[in-house]
């Protein structure tokens, strides 16, 4: 049977667009999908700018009141000491999920998208429709050029998307920076002979999971190949178009 070059990202966006077949079935509209999806997309976004902003309170901690040893924090004449490999791997998972956020944000963005582009309206945009919905709140301000009766003699729009493009690449690059900090700072717990065991373990398990986070990156978003599973399409999928008498092929399969 030939095989198919297909990613883990490109499944979980089909099954999602799967449900909402279902979900339009069951008789909702493209409104309510739509206005959904944005809710669902503000949400993610308020949830990672909360992720991003614990990630900076970990690296102020460690680059500042810690040593390879202890954390130290001094308020009012009380000191307050943790071990720095437990700071460590508590950054290490929230690295992790912040980057399933993201991804999740990104797979959002692209099915959304793609639903809007399900109603076609001379002179209707969807953009400025989730505007409306209080959504999309910089949708006047992203220098887009619609398709309409006016064709730009210097490509402004163009010039400024481009830019727009790098700018929001560029907003992950600290958190990429700071997987690489977190990942130097655990090696040199790993290795430092001052360190006790315990905490040297705790580390080597936090660089574990940075590892796991990039890992994770390629992994969930590069095509592999995958071949049709035919027990999954007869027994979850065929047997079922029969609801009245058995599948015609019944028999052969259970030989």
């Not at 297909?6 to 008789?27: C, D, N, P, V």
């Not at 976004?45 to 902003?53: A, E, N, T, V």
Request: net charge positive; charged share 15%; glycine share 4%.
């Amino acid at each position: 049977m030939k095989s198919k070059w297909i990613s883990l990202r490109s499944i979980k966006q089909h099954e999602f667009r799967t449900t909402l077949r279902h979900i339009k079935a069951a008789g909702a509209n493209w409104d309510t999908i739509y206005t959904n999806l944005g809710r669902i997309q503000d949400t993610l976004i308020s949830k990672l700018i909360k992720s991003c902003s614990f990630l900076f309170i970990y690296y102020l901690l460690l680059s500042s009141l810690s040593n390879q040893n202890l954390i130290s924090i001094n308020f009012q004449g009380v000191t307050a000491t943790v071990p720095t490999a437990f700071l460590t791997i508590v950054a290490s998972v929230s690295l992790y999920i912040t980057i399933m956020q993201v991804q999740s944000i990104a797979m959002i963005i692209i099915i959304r998208a793609r639903e809007g582009l399900r109603l076609s309206l001379r002179g209707f945009s969807t953009g400025a429709y989730g505007f409306f919905n209080e959504q999309d709140e910089m949708h006047l301000a992203v220098p887009v050029m619609p398709y309409g009766s006016f064709k730009e003699v210097i490509p402004i729009s163009a010039v400024l998307s481009l830019c727009l493009t790098v700018i929001m690449v560029c907003t992950v690059i600290p958190i990429g920076a700071f997987a690489f900090y977190l990942f130097e700072l655990q090696t040199s717990i790993i290795f430092s002979n001052d360190v006790a065991t315990v905490y040297r373990i705790i580390a080597t398990v936090g660089n574990f999971i940075v590892l796991a986070t990039a890992l994770y990156i390629l992994l969930f978003n590069i095509p592999f190949p995958m071949r049709k599973h035919s027990e999954a399409i007869r027994w979850g999928f065929l047997v079922r178009l029969y609801k009245v008498g058995q599948h015609p092929q019944l028999d052969r399969w259970l030989k």
